[in-house]
C-alpha cells in the first residue's frame, strides 16, 4: 500500500487500484470522527485502530496533524492535559488513528486522574480493532517512571506497538542517536521494535513511520481483503 498525501481522484482513494495494481490510501481524505468516554460511544464497524499513548504535551495531537498533512485536523494547546476523551480521526475509511488522553500531567485531581487512566486502559484492554500502539516519549528527556510503566503494560499485554521520539528539531542531529540509543536502554525496547525520531515541525520521521505503519498494519489488512 502506499500512501498519497494530496490526490483526490478515485487512484488515490481507500479500495482503488493506481495503475499499478497497488491499492492507495489517501490521507487527504481524513476527518475528526468522535470524542468517546465510554465503550458503547466508540464507532461502530471493522475498520483498524492505532492508538496513540504518551505523556501530556508529548505532541499525540501534532504528530495526527503531522501524519495526516493536516495542521488543524487535532487540537493543538500548549496547556497539559486538555484531551479529556478518546479522539477517533478517520483516515480515508480505511484506519483510524485513535488519540488517548495523556497521562503523567500533575496538575489535576487524583479522581480525574483515574478517570483517565481507567478510560485508557478500558480501551486498551477491550477494543478488539485495536491493531497497534504508538508510544510517544520526548526525546530531549529520559523516559519518566509513568512512561516506563505504560511500556511495561504494553509489553505486557503482548500488544503489537512502536515507539516514536518526538520533538527532534529542539535538538542537534548529532545527539539523536544517542537519545534514542538511551530511551531504548531506559524502556528496555528490544532491537526489533522500531523507534523513531520524529519532528512534527520538520517532517522528519514521517516517511519511516508511515513504512512502519503499512508493515504494521495496512498490508495487513490488504491482505484480509484478498
Given at each position: 500500500?502506499?500512501?498519497?498525501?494530496?490526490?483526490?481522484?478515485?487512484?488515490?482513494?481507500?479500495?482503488?487500484?493506481?495503475?499499478?495494481?497497488?491499492?492507495?490510501?489517501?490521507?487527504?481524505?481524513?476527518?475528526?470522527?468522535?470524542?468517546?468516554?465510554?465503550?458503547?460511544?466508540?464507532?461502530?464497524?471493522?475498520?483498524?485502530?492505532?492508538?496513540?499513548?504518551?505523556?501530556?504535551?508529548?505532541?499525540?495531537?501534532?504528530?495526527?496533524?503531522?501524519?495526516?498533512?493536516?495542521?488543524?485536523?487535532?487540537?493543538?494547546?500548549?496547556?497539559?492535559?486538555?484531551?479529556?476523551?478518546?479522539?477517533?480521526?478517520?483516515?480515508?475509511?480505511?484506519?483510524?488513528?485513535?488519540?488517548?488522553?495523556?497521562?503523567?500531567?500533575?496538575?489535576?485531581?487524583?479522581?480525574?486522574?483515574?478517570?483517565?487512566?481507567?478510560?485508557?486502559?478500558?480501551?486498551?484492554?477491550?477494543?478488539?480493532?485495536?491493531?497497534?500502539?504508538?508510544?510517544?516519549?520526548?526525546?530531549?528527556?529520559?523516559?519518566?517512571?509513568?512512561?516506563?510503566?505504560?511500556?511495561?503494560?504494553?509489553?505486557?499485554?503482548?500488544?503489537?506497538?512502536?515507539?516514536?521520539?518526538?520533538?527532534?528539531?529542539?535538538?542537534?542531529?548529532?545527539?539523536?542517536?544517542?537519545?534514542?540509543?538511551?530511551?531504548?536502554?531506559?524502556?528496555?525496547?528490544?532491537?526489533?521494535?522500531?523507534?523513531?525520531?520524529?519532528?512534527?515541525?520538520t517532517g522528519q520521521g514521517k516517511?519511516?513511520?508511515?513504512?512502519?505503519?503499512?508493515?504494521?498494519v495496512l498490508d495487513q489488512t490488504?491482505?484480509?481483503?484478498?
Open positions: 500500500m502506499h500512501i498519497n498525501g494530496s490526490g483526490n481522484n478515485d487512484a488515490g482513494r481507500s479500495g482503488r487500484m493506481d495503475n499499478t495494481g497497488t491499492r492507495r490510501l489517501d490521507v487527504s481524505r481524513s476527518k475528526f470522527e468522535l470524542t468517546a468516554i465510554k465503550p458503547e460511544q466508540y464507532p461502530e464497524g471493522d475498520l483498524p485502530e492505532i492508538a496513540l499513548v504518551g505523556r501530556s504535551n508529548v505532541g499525540k495531537s501534532s504528530l495526527v496533524n503531522s501524519l495526516l498533512n493536516r495542521k488543524g485536523l487535532a487540537k493543538v494547546s500548549s496547556e497539559p492535559g486538555k484531551t479529556r476523551g478518546i479522539n477517533f480521526y478517520n483516515v480515508d475509511d480505511t484506519m483510524y488513528l485513535v488519540d488517548l488522553p495523556g497521562y503523567g500531567y500533575a496538575k489535576v485531581s487524583k479522581q480525574e486522574k483515574a478517570s483517565w487512566a481507567e478510560m485508557i486502559e478500558t480501551y486498551l484492554h477491550t477494543r478488539r480493532q485495536l491493531k497497534l500502539v504508538i508510544m510517544l516519549v520526548d526525546i530531549r528527556h529520559t523516559p519518566t517512571e509513568d512512561d516506563r510503566l505504560m511500556y511495561r503494560w504494553i509489553l505486557d499485554r503482548g500488544i503489537a506497538h512502536m515507539v516514536i521520539a518526538t520533538k527532534a528539531d529542539k535538538i542537534s542531529r548529532g545527539r539523536i542517536q544517542g537519545r534514542l540509543s538511551e530511551i531504548r536502554k531506559v524502556l528496555g525496547i528490544k532491537a526489533d521494535v522500531s523507534l523513531t525520531a520524529y519532528s512534527s515541525e516517511e519511516q513511520v508511515w513504512r512502519d505503519l503499512e508493515k504494521a490488504v491482505n484480509e481483503q484478498i
